[in-house]
């Protein structure tokens, strides 16, 4: 199996910490398919799209190793792992579970002085979209949802959502983003902050459970899933 030639992936620029920039750069291709599953790039041609050497790309792509993302094939790269309809299924399926009941329960304790950092984190989501800023979308919804987690005061749980939605694929986000309905998605956002600022704890919880509808289905490149408690 040989290396594949590198997609057109957004340059990183210069950062901080170089190497945290370049894994969530290349994450954010995995999940939203610029690198294709099953597909072996090499650390020095994914270096050279973006831009930097091909040490801190490695390095970062065994970070990815660790959590599954992607093999390691010594001397030829790293392969994109597969994931099936079923996986992508149960992933969906344990996020339903898990995410609206704690945002439900998160609306009554959510300090009023935040809303404002939460309200711009959900337009950096909105630019993100009508920028035609995948990586930026993905980063700033990625940091919207983890933040509304967080006030569960449950850290554990904040993991476990941050790599299942990692594990996710968004193979239809593209496509959404070159027709330009991504904004509407990107909207639910502020829609989302506006039952938290009513305190309508219900009205949260039905939205999220709309929101990850659209993640498995219409997202990923299929039709949206329905969302209903069984």
Known sequence: MSPTPVPDLPGIGRRENLRDRIREALRAGIISGKLEPGVVYS?????????VSATPV?????????????????????????MSEEDLDNLAAVRLLIEPPTVRDAVAVIPKEDFPELRARAQAIVDAAENGNLL??????????????AYSGNRFLVDVVSDLRSQTRLL??????????????????????????????????????????HVRGLWAGGAERSTAVR
């Open 58 to 82: 490695r390095e970062a792509m065994l970070d990815l190793v660790k959590g599954g993302l992607v093999v390691a094939h010594p001397n030829k790269g790293f392969r994109i792992t597969e």
């Open 136 to 149: 930026g979308y993905i980063e700033a919804d990625h940091v919207f949802h983890l933040t509304l987690l």
């Open 172 to 213: 239809g986000l593209t496509p959404l983003l070159e027709s330009g309905r991504l904004g509407s998605s990107a909207a639910e956002h502020h829609e989302l902050l506006d039952f938290v600022e009513a305190r309508d704890a219900s009205g949260a919880e039905l939205l999220m459970r709309r929101h990850i509808g």
């Open 43 to 51: 650390a020095p041609a994914l270096g050279a799209q973006l831009g």
